[in-house]
Nanobody, 116 residues
């Protein structure tokens, strides 16, 4: 059974940092591009960034977000620095097979709220 389980969300003050995690199971993690998306209230889900199977870390969005993955633990993380109220959203991880691109899995999301 395929599962993507996000965790690490919560209420954070502006300027703080947060590390989200996504634990994968039920598929060959190292065959998949992993992505983080976010969806703010009343808005469409948008891509935050992606990491390919053989990349361990990538900075996105002017370096304020860092995506990392550990293929030995089947996990992908999203580190967010200098959080802003505009970062408030539900954050989702997605797995897409590297060449069987129709093979896509989504997690259920984790809520991040940035507020003082």
């Amino acid at each position: 059974q395929v599962q993507l389980v996000e965790s690490g969300g919560g209420l954070v003050q502006p300027g703080g940092s947060l590390r989200l995690s996504c634990a994968a199971s039920g598929f060959t993690f190292s065959d998949y591009v992993m992505s983080w998306y976010r969806q703010a209230p009343g808005k469409e889900r948008v891509l935050v960034g992606s990491i390919t199977p053989r990349t361990s870390t990538v900075d996105v969005l002017q370096g304020r977000f860092t995506i990392s993955r550990d293929n030995t633990k089947n996990t992908v993380h999203l580190q967010i620095h200098s959080l802003e109220p505009e970062d408030t959203a539900t954050y989702y991880c997605k797995a897409r097979h590297t060449f069987l691109t129709a093979r896509i899995y989504w997690g259920q999301g984790t809520q991040v709220t940035v507020s003082s």
